[in-house]
């Protein structure tokens, strides 16, 4: 049987680009760990993927997860076959322009074939507690990175 987990993420940009920042939390059996990174010069949707990656690599062992997150960026692209899409396609869109992100979609999909992954979405900015949670990671994260500038 598997661990079943749950992940939270969020990404967070000061100007897109410009200094950017994940934040995760993963809960299993009442325990709770919190991450967060970032990047000097990014962009928001690359905090976003990262978020979600960094947490999903933090599992020791393949799990059952729950990944709620607020962008629909990543959430549709996965529920709706478009990263796998891309990749089947070499990296190009429907319209075959090139998919942007893809070093990050890459690595996402490789862990989505090691854990048995379900996408959710939840609106940003709504009261939803571990939402605002990574919020203020990736925020604080992203703010660190700007005074350093």
């Given at each position: ?81 478009w990263a796998r899409s891309w990749q089947r ?57 700007a005074d350093r500038a």
């Open positions: 049987m598997m661990k079943q987990v749950e992940i939270f993420t969020d990404g967070a940009c000061l100007g897109n680009p410009g200094p950017g920042g994940w934040g995760a939390i993963l809960r299993y059996k009442g325990q709770v760990r919190e991450m967060s990174g970032g990047e000097r010069e990014t962009t928001n949707n690359r905090m976003e993927l990262t978020g979600a990656i960094e947490a999903l690599s933090a599992l020791k062992e393949p799990c059952a997860v729950t990944l709620t997150s607020d962008s629909q960026y990543l959430v549709s692209a996965i529920q709706k076959g396609n070499g990296w190009r869109r429907s319209n075959k322009e090139p998919a942007l992100n893809a070093d990050l979609w890459e690595k996402l999909l490789a862990l989505l074939d090691v854990h048995t992954v379900t996408f959710r979405w939840v609106r940003g900015h709504n009261g939803h507690p571990e939402n605002e949670r990574c919020d203020e990671l990736a925020t604080g994260y992203a703010k660190r990175l």
